[in-house]
T-cell receptor
């Protein structure tokens, strides 16, 4: 049973550039949530996708956008990168059954220089 | 007031002892509670979840929930050096448009051989 996968593992970008991160959910899961985790902090909720629509959004600017595809995989896009966007980006998948158990992928470490 | 609070630690316990990790939350509407373990440089791993008041045991782990006092705890019996990690408490609230996990900043556990 394949778990949550994310790509790439690491990424280095320059301020002002754009980045796309990818996530494939655990088999059988239909919901994808994205989190940002800065060093020494807990994950912060960015947004959640279900049935190809953004269902809930955290306190992040519009530079952060996403998409979910018919196969439930998802992308996170960040435009006009800032130094403060450097973090571990985590994708979590779950099944929309009311239990809200979320399982994380390995994450993408983004460094903005 | 932070929504989910944890003592950042480090909590140092000798091998074989019981480690007790605590978490308080502010939203009385919270219904689902999760404990994640995160090794340095890795993504969070779901180790326990609890929905009802009382205790829930799984191997060496016991989660305890007291909704009246708004706290949830995790006990690790017979602690091993491999248990050394950051433990994240996460809370999910039902109702309204809320559909996300809110994380604490985590407690660093160090098990001394």
């Amino acid at each position: 049973d394949a778990g949550v996968t994310q790509s790439p593992t690491h990424l280095i970008k320059t301020r002002g550039q754009q980045v796309t991160l990818r996530c494939s959910p655990k088999s059988g899961h239909d919901t994808v949530s994205w989190y940002q985790q800065a060093l020494g902090q807990g994950p912060q909720f960015i947004f959640q996708y279900y049935e190809e629509e953004e269902r809930q959004r955290g306190n992040f600017p519009d530079r952060f956008s996403g998409h979910q595809f018919p196969n439930y995989s998802s992308e996170l896009n960040v435009n006009a990168l800032l130094l403060g966007d450097s973090a571990l980006y985590l994708c979590a998948s779950s099944f929309d059954d009311g239990t809200y158990e979320q399982y994380f992928g390995p994450g993408t470490r983004l460094t903005v220089t | 007031q932070k929504e989910v609070e944890q003592n950042s630690g480090p909590l140092s316990v000798p091998e074989g002892a019981i480690a007790s990790l605590n978490c308080t939350y502010s939203d009385r509407g919270s219904q689902s509670f999760f404990w994640y373990r995160q090794y340095s440089g890795k993504s969070p791993e779901l180790i326990m979840f609890i929905y009802s008041n009382g205790d829930k045991e799984d191997g060496r782990f016991t989660a305890q929930l007291n909704k009246a006092s708004q706290y949830v705890s995790l006990l690790i019996r017979d602690s091993q050096p491999s248990d050394s990690a950051t433990y994240l408490c996460a809370v999910h609230s039902y109702g309204g448009a809320t559909n996300k996990l809110i994380f604490g900043t985590g407690t660093l556990l160090a098990v001394q051989p």
